[in-house]
């Protein structure tokens, strides 16, 4: 099976390496496994849903004042 860093992941994925390291850590993308410091994801996984906003919410932060 072939491995990726988080910082390869999270270029891939289009989000932070922060939250590449949140998906790991709680355990939302399986097979993930650590190495010291540095954790290691299958090529083949698969972006974990953002939990932060519920859907059909908008994600829009403009503010009509």
Do not use: F, Q
């Amino acid at each position: 099976m072939d491995y990726l860093t988080g910082k390869e992941i999270c270029e891939k994925w289009g989000v932070t390496h922060r939250m590449v390291n949140y998906y790991c850590a709680a355990g939302r993308i399986p097979g993930a496994i650590k190495k010291g410091n540095l954790w290691l994801i299958p090529a083949d996984a698969e972006k974990p849903e953002d939990r932060r906003y519920k859907e059909g919410k908008s994600h829009d932060t403009d503010c009509d004042l």
